[in-house]
């Protein structure tokens, strides 16, 4: 419905300084306003705000609305939702609320504090013991030793692969947009297109894989179906850990290595805009090959032990 209506206000310009409107409709104006200079999937976002959160206030006017109506509806949220959720949705709003130039003093507005969410991960030694020679053990190899996004794992393609260096760029990522799930090129921003070196034993299995094209996908698997089959592998061996601790995973092992925090990032892509452009291509040296044989040789420890341990019961 708020769709159809922002269509006739958006070309209006004298619209958006109008206050007479529902909430509802100045977040729907607000999104079709910005649709072609955001990220598909912060779009997708926004929509899930639009279509799920602040009920209570979507119908009121926003010359109407006040501090404490916008406080309770945010009490309301906070029963349903997670305080990072709610903030996220409330950041929307107010940006909306700024579009619009509404004049109303939210510096009392309460959320509730964000959790510390601290998890006690199992060690890399009971994961590899699970995935090992399973249809995961590449995605989960991909992910805690090279520490991909999951939308970076099924993103890449045999075309990623310098067969010739042993590395692979990671410039691709698998998006959830309105329209569904999309492939998108880039990753999740800027710093996340990185280039990695590829150990033996992965660079390995993924030379084993049959394909036809360059452009074929390495893991040729959904988000959802990757995801579930690597869920019920954990599950059935009462590990708890989701596919993205596992980036969490080889941040921790990165820290215990004493693995420096320049080289930590640009692995993982977390770097800040600043250090992309001044170290960025500085850790493609010799140094960065030292740090890449460190990392390397504590996963390599822990498969050939696990290689000896299935000989020695056969």
């Not at 991909?148 to 760029?169: A, C, M, P, W, Y």
């Not at 044989?293 to 020695?312: E, H, M, R, V």
Request: with cysteine.
């Amino acid at each position: 419905m708020y769709k159809r209506i922002a269509t006739n206000f958006i070309g209006c310009r004298s619209q958006l300084q109008d206050k007479n409107v529902p909430l509802g409709l100045a977040m729907q104006m607000y999104i079709d306003s910005r649709r072609y200079v955001l990220e598909e999937t912060t779009i997708c976002n926004y929509n899930q705000i639009l279509n799920y959160r602040f009920e209570v206030l979507k119908s009121v006017n926003l010359n109407d609305l006040t501090p404490i109506m916008i406080q309770q509806a945010i009490n309301i949220e906070a029963g349903n939702i997670s305080p990072k959720t709610l903030k996220n949705s409330y950041g929307f709003l107010k940006s909306v609320l700024k579009m619009f130039d509404v004049d109303i003093n939210l510096n009392n507005i309460k959320l509730p504090k964000l959790r510390k969410n601290e998890k006690e991960l199992p060690s890399f030694e009971e994961i590899f013991s699970v995935v090992k020679g399973t249809d995961v053990e590449l995605p989960v190899l991909l992910a805690a030793w090279l520490s991909l996004r999951i939308g970076e794992v099924i993103g890449l393609q045999f075309r990623d692969v310098n067969t010739l260096k042993h590395t692979i760029i990671v410039r691709r990522t698998i998006i959830r947009t309105e329209e569904g799930f999309k492939v998108r090129e880039g990753c999740k921003t800027e710093k996340s297109q990185r280039q990695l070196g590829l150990p033996d034993y992965i660079y390995n299995m993924i030379m084993t894989i049959p394909h036809e094209s360059e452009e074929d996908f390495i893991v040729p698997l959904s988000r959802k179906t990757l995801y579930s089959r690597y869920s019920k592998l954990m599950r059935r061996h009462g590990i708890t850990i989701t596919f993205h601790d596992l980036r969490h995973l080889n941040a921790s092992i990165m820290l215990m290595l004493g693995i420096p925090d320049k080289y930590a990032m640009e692995r993982g892509g977390w770097s800040t805009d600043s250090i992309l452009k001044s170290v960025y291509q500085q850790t493609f040296s010799t140094e960065r090959k030292k740090i890449d044989k460190i990392i390397d040789c504590y996963f390599n420890g822990i498969i050939l032990d696990s290689d000896d341990a299935t000989s020695k019961d056969v």
